[in-house]
């Protein structure tokens, strides 16, 4: 079976070099855009929802992990916070819950634990294996307490590309998955500044540009069309990459 990572990468002829190339091609944005609602309806139909990402041996994680997307955010706030070894900083959960929370660094990580060691998949063509470690996204949610009329979570970071704030998004399903977590740890030492300090999401079964980093923000929404440009994401918006990124 062909996967769909390798339908992006190498189905297109290698069209999909890189995130400014597709931004600039027309023919890029509609490969992207189009088959997203059926390749959703696709995996979620075939595959059980809860089935895990592959999982690897501590002796298989790659040497050399690239920094995917930003590098450092470079703002005076997010600044003041790294000097700070994010002392000071909090992870704010709102919109449709019942409970809004105001989590720390030292919350976030005394709260259960998960480690998985997975595959990150970048749709710029590749891949590296690291270890991460953080809360179910599930039990910050269920502290919180969702509306039931919550329907997506959005993530909202404190990078910026172009001038366009940071964000991305999933549906309750991802966001339940046992495997999406906040992870504020990589390969057993603290996230550093290029892999998204002090937190990011990770969600196992999404290609990278869905792993938001840096995020400062986590709030439930019904719908996405208010956010933003209403594409559930910063590529989604800018250049027409598909919302569910499943692999």
């Not at 690239?66 to 955010?73: C, D, E, H, L, Y």
């Not at 700070?84 to 709102?94: G, S, T």
């Not at 997975?118 to 063509?125: I, L, Q």
Request: glycine share 10%; with cysteine.
């Amino acid at each position: 079976m062909i996967s769909r990572r390798s339908f992006l990468i190498t189905g297109t002829g290698g069209l999909l070099a890189g995130c400014d190339a597709v931004d600039s091609s027309g023919i890029g944005k509609s490969i992207l855009s189009t088959g997203d609602d059926a390749h959703k309806f696709l995996q979620r139909s075939i595959t059980d929802r809860a089935a895990l990402a592959r999982e690897f041996r501590a002796d298989q994680m790659s040497p050399k992990f690239r920094v995917n997307g930003t590098a450092n955010p470079n703002t005076p706030d997010y600044a003041a916070h790294a000097a700070n070894r994010f002392a000071d900083w909090r992870l704010k959960v709102d919109g449709l819950v019942q409970r809004p929370l105001s989590i720390s660094l030292a919350d976030l990580r005394a709260m259960p634990q998960r480690a998985q060691i997975t595959r990150h998949d970048c749709v710029e063509g590749w891949s590296a294996i690291g270890k991460w470690q953080g809360p179910h996204l599930a039990r910050i949610l269920d502290l919180a307490g969702l509306r039931q009329s919550a329907k997506f979570i959005v993530f909202h970071c404190a990078d910026a590309i172009g001038g366009a704030p940071y964000y991305e998004s999933i549906d309750l399903i991802d966001a339940y998955h046992p495997q999406t977590i906040m992870a504020w740890a990589m390969n057993d030492a603290p996230l550093s500044v290029g892999h998204g300090a002090p937190v990011r999401l990770r969600v196992e079964r999404q290609l990278g540009y869905k792993h938001a980093k840096y995020v400062m923000r986590i709030e439930a929404v019904a719908s996405l069309a208010g956010i933003h440009k209403g594409g559930g994401g910063l590529w989604e918006d800018r250049s027409g990459y598909e919302w569910y990124a499943g692999i």
